[in-house]
Structure formats: C-alpha cells, structure tokens
Antibody, heavy 121, light 110 residues
Framework: QVQLQESGPGLVKPSGTLSLTCAVS?????????WSWVRQPPGKGLEWIGE???????NYNPSLKSRVTISVDKSKNQFSLKLSSVTAADTAVYYC??????????????WGQGTMVTVSS | QSALTQPASVSGSPGQSITISCTGT?????????VSWYQQHPGKAPKLMIY???KRPSGVSNRFSGSKSGNTASLTISGLQAEDEADYYC??????????FGTGTKVTVL
C-alpha cells in the first residue's frame, strides 16, 4: 500500500522560499504515476500547484509557475516542492498526491496527510 | 484558469438524495471526461470518490455516483448518511497538463 508523507518547516518568513518534501513508501516513485502538490489555504478550497514524473518532466499551474520548482530524488524515493518569494497568501496546508497514468485517469488517488505552512515574520 | 463553480452548501435529511453541481467551461469539464470528486472531512486529507466522471474506486460506496452534461458535472449521494457530512470538491483536467479544482461544497446532514 503506497503512502505519502510530507515534511518541512512549518514557518517561513515573507520573501523567503518554502521547501517541502514528500516521501513515497510502499512503492517506487519510478512507477507509472505523476506526483503532484496541492495546497489549501485555511478555510478555503484546493489548488493544484504542479506535478512531476520520475523522468523529471514537470507541469505547473500557470498562476504559480514563475515561483515553483518541483524536483524528484529517485535514490531517496521522494519528490520536493520549492516556492519562492512567499507572502502571507501562500499560508496553507500543502498536500502531496499521486496521479496514476494507467488507471483512475485524471484523478489523485493517494494523498499525504498534509503539512501546514505559515508565512510570517 | 478559474476554479470550477460549486454551490457553497447543500443539505439533506438522512436517507434522502442530494446532488452537487460543478460548472466549468468548454476548456475543461466540457472537453474531457476526466472529472473527479473528493470528500474531505475536517482536518483530513481529501479522499477520491469518483474518477473519469462516473467511475468509483474500489471501496467507495455505490451510494456515490457521478455524471456530466456539457460543461457541468454532478455528484449524487443517495441514501444520505451522517458520515457523508463533509466538504466535497470536483476537479477537472483542463488540457495542457493542467488541473483545476472546484470551489468546494459543504454537505450538511440535517
């Protein structure tokens, strides 16, 4: 059973860079799946941030593209998110999620528990 | 890419059926049969309930069903139960390897 676990600092200063990692357990990150980041500001809805394939190919939400970098580390079976020039508007619960390529198309079938990141000085 | 439009809240009594709409555009919901629905209880991660408009993942109750007409997708919950009280989000593939979520709907069981 594949599981995802987010980790990273819970507090980031304004104008700084938010950095999170999602560890994949119970399966290989090199399987036929895209790996995504989704965020949810307090009391608000979900926003897709972007995704990565184990080859390193990425796709980003145009609204965040200039500030987002998603990378993969196959040796550690994990992928990461970096969001630069953060403001209070980036305060949110950040989730990592899996999007299968061969079934359950266009859906996120496995999610991490989420990690709260607050942007504040 | 704008968020898909959902009603802010929907309510029903136990045993009743409710339907949540999800309205997009011809660039997302209207163009692809890749609409999914997620259930989210407070403080928890979203859970996939429906994918590819109307398919249910293994383990999801058959009380949940999905459909689509034009630019609007719908999620129906039949035989409403107390445990169904949660937030529900739709999501659609929007082309160019992009995804867009709905605004979310709070379901209340009266």
């Amino acid at each position: 059973q594949v599981q995802l676990q987010e980790s990273g600092p819970g507090l980031v200063k304004p104008s700084g860079t938010l950095s999170l990692t999602c560890a994949v357990s119970g399966g290989s990150i090199s399987s036929s799946n895209w790996w995504s980041w989704v965020r949810q500001p307090p009391g608000k809805g979900l926003e897709w941030i972007g995704e990565i394939y184990h080859s390193g190919s990425t796709n980003y939400n145009p609204s965040l593209k200039s500030r987002v970098t998603i990378s993969v580390d196959k040796s550690k079976n994990q992928f990461s998110l970096k969001l630069s020039s953060v403001t209070a508007a980036d305060t949110a619960v950040y989730y990592c999620a899996r999007a299968p390529m061969q079934e359950l198309l266009g859906a996120f079938d496995i999610w991490g528990q989420g990690t709260m990141v607050t942007v504040s000085s | 890419q704008s968020a898909l439009t959902q009603p802010a809240s929907v309510s029903g009594s136990p045993g009743q059926s409710i339907t949540i709409s999800c309205t997009g555009t011809s660039s997302d919901v209207g163009s692809y049969n890749l609409v999914s629905w997620y259930q989210q209880h407070p403080g928890k991660a979203p859970k996939l309930m429906i994918y590819e408009v109307s398919k249910r993942p293994s383990g999801v109750s058959n009380r949940f069903s999905g459909s689509k007409s034009g630019n609007t997708a719908s999620l129906t919950i039949s035989g409403l139960q107390a445990e169904d009280e949660a937030d529900y989000y739709c999501c659609s593939y929007a082309g160019s390897s992009l995804y867009v979520f709905g605004t979310g709907t709070k379901v209340t069981v009266l």
